[in-house]
């Protein structure tokens, strides 16, 4: 195999482990959302709780922004489970070059949307009801930054060599995500509850990852990397 195939064939591995870097992250945080939340005593509701409840270090009554008494037993499981979601996010940022255009807007695409990989492992760090500035930061992180990188990366971010309806469909789910932080902020649910409308702001990101994982991991030949195009990092 010539050089430049041993390095196409090297990128393309790394490629893969970015991709699979978010389906595990994506997958395990689901998991243990589903093992942390069934150790509640009393339900635990997706329309009434928010996600950080689920990692809140102490029992207590939460008067913000909604009233709810929070008890989570298996906290520190979930607040690994941010870490962990955050880190492979961010590596799945990093290894998965050949998704993104190059030039000045497609890299603030991309480390925007690598913003909300960090903000979950200090979402992981900080519990809401113990560290509370950080935590708020960290949710802003994903929400805010994380979101906006997905309506750049639509716009200009992803490589014109992938699907036009998926390069929409990023940007869409970003604006959706923003429009429902908007709406989480200023305390207007819509019928989906505190808990379902912050969702509806956290979440795209992670549907996008697993999306846009599954789509790298598909299997059958890949195209070569134009001239000149980064294969990683």
Request: one cysteine or more; a positive charge; proline letters at 6%.
């Amino acid at each position: 195999m010539s050089v430049t195939g041993v390095a196409w064939s090297a990128g393309r591995v790394k490629e893969r482990i970015g991709y699979a870097a978010w389906i595990a992250g994506v997958v395990q945080f689901f998991v243990v959302h589903g093992i942390v939340q069934s150790a509640w005593t009393q339900p635990y509701s997706w329309a009434h709780n928010n996600i950080s409840d689920l990692g809140n270090a102490l029992c207590a009554l939460q008067r913000e922004p909604e009233p709810r008494f929070v008890c989570s037993p298996e906290h520190g499981l979930m607040n690994g489970s941010f870490v962990v979601l955050g880190t492979l996010l961010a590596v799945g940022f990093v290894l998965t070059g050949p998704l993104w255009r190059r030039g000045a807007a497609a890299g603030t695409a991309r480390v925007l949307s690598a913003a909300a990989g960090l903000g979950f492992v200090l979402v992981g760090l900080a519990p809401a009801d113990t560290h509370e500035n950080q935590h708020v930061l960290g949710a802003l992180l994903i929400m805010g930054l994380g979101n906006t990188g997905l309506v750049a990366a639509g716009a200009a971010g992803l490589s014109k060599d992938l699907p036009g309806g998926l390069r929409r469909a990023t940007g869409l789910l970003g604006a959706v995500a923003l429009t429902a932080l908007a709406l989480f902020l200023s305390h207007h649910y819509l019928g989906l509850g505190m808990g379902g409308m912050e969702r509806v702001a956290a979440l795209p990101v992670l549907l996008w990852a697993l999306v846009a994982g599954a789509y790298g991991l598909r299997p059958g030949p890949r195209p070569a990397p134009a001239p000149g195009r980064l294969t990683s990092g």
